[in-house]
């Protein structure tokens, strides 16, 4: 109620600047009332002249018919435009105390109604600079087509593509970038990176590879390291696990922003309890995410948790995996599908009794009990 009050007085104001000019005289009456005013004053002035004896009656006469001529004209003129301006004055009034409130109200139910739905200024902002990554994108794919032998323009563009979720297309930027301007550690380690994101999380041969080689020219790259003990704790190399993120995380700056992603990762190698910082095996591929929207975050996470799952179908002698798996789908939320996972290791590691066990005892760390299982 207190919105429409505020409307119609909002409306009358608008309506009142508008009526205020037309309640105004013009400048045309003005001056055709004060053209009669000179003229009747002719006629007073003749009047006096001709009692006086100071002209005579016949000329007298001619000289009144023809200042009453002129002083008619000017009357009739005045009338015409009094007539013309009342109806014109009368249109603006109709305007503005039926029109004004009729467009105002319209344009109100059409742009304004508190029936839309909010539009907060952040989701605008970022909306907005998505569709400029867009476009910018776009150019620069534009250019690639005809310049496919740019290779900083594929330098340039792979890591927006990793922002973007788009990693099979960042994995082909890297690698055009390396075959054309020469590998570097680097380079070599945004590739694996990328390759590391296409399976889910999970650090393929070609990625192994790709960080080697990486190491190889840089013993002290950060990303190979950190991928490499994700590696070695894929494949079951516990020993080797531990000590390649003990070394990593000596020689870390304590502010590394990766930092608690390596402490999760060792802790659950060494069977401590994992920091709740690091959601099992995608905590540090979150936390590099960290720019990126919630939707593509989600999305990321979701498809590396996948490929965890699918890897441990595949190759279950894995306790390690299971663990981060369970630790995964518990910060996801996702209890029934932690259950599910337990049951389909058990059927997996019959007969695997020192296997199991150790996958009976990271599901029951993570609240996951064996009666809570399907």
Do not use: C
């Not at 059409?110 to 994108?137: F, H, K, T």
């Not at 059927?347 to 296997?355: H, M």
């Amino acid at each position: 109620m207190l919105l429409w009050i505020a409307m119609a007085v909002l409306t009358a104001v608008a309506s009142l600047v508008v009526l205020a000019p037309l309640g105004r005289r013009g400048t045309s009456d003005a001056a055709a009332d004060s053209a009669g005013s000179i003229y009747r004053d002719q006629l007073a002035e003749l009047a006096r002249d001709r009692e006086a004896g100071l002209i005579a009656e016949s000329e007298a006469e001619a000289a009144r018919i023809e200042i009453a001529r002129r002083l008619l004209k000017v009357t009739d003129a005045g009338a015409d435009r009094l007539r013309d301006g009342a109806t014109l004055r009368r249109f603006a009034v109709l305007v503005a105390i039926i029109g004004l409130p009729l467009i105002a109200v319209g344009t109100y139910l059409a742009i304004g109604s508190p029936n839309l739905a909010d539009q907060p200024l952040a989701e605008r902002r970022q909306a907005s600079n998505d569709s400029e990554l867009d476009g910018l994108v776009a150019k620069v794919e534009a250019h690639l087509a005809a310049e496919p032998n740019d290779g900083k323009g594929w330098e340039v563009i792979g890591p927006v593509y990793m922002r973007m979720g788009r990693f099979d297309d960042a994995a082909r930027a890297f690698d055009n970038s390396r075959r054309l301007l020469g590998a570097t550690p680097d380079r070599d380690a945004l590739y694996g990176e990328a390759l590391v994101r296409i399976h889910g999380g999970l650090v393929t041969a070609d990625a192994e590879q790709a960080f080697a080689s990486a190491l190889k020219a840089d013993p002290s790259n950060v990303r190979a390291r950190f991928y490499i003990a994700i590696g070695l704790g894929q494949s079951g190399r516990k020993d080797e696990a531990v000590a390649a993120w003990k070394s990593l995380i000596d020689s870390a700056p304590a502010d590394a922003p990766w930092l608690d992603s390596a402490k999760a990762e060792l802790a659950g190698l060494e069977g401590g309890a994992p920091m709740a910082a690091a959601p099992g095996p995608t905590a540090n591929d979150v936390a590099a995410a960290a720019d990126q929207t919630p939707e593509q975050r989600q999305q990321m996470i979701e498809g590396m948790v996948s490929g965890l799952a699918a890897r441990l179908d595949a190759s279950p002698d894995d306790p390690q995996g299971w663990a981060r798996l369970f630790r995964a789908y518990i910060v996801l939320g996702r209890q029934a599908d932690a259950e599910a996972a337990l049951v389909r290791a058990r059927g997996l590691l019959a007969g695997k009794s020192d296997v199991l066990a150790a996958v009976e005892k990271a599901a029951a760390d993570n609240g996951i009990s064996a009666k809570a299982a399907p």
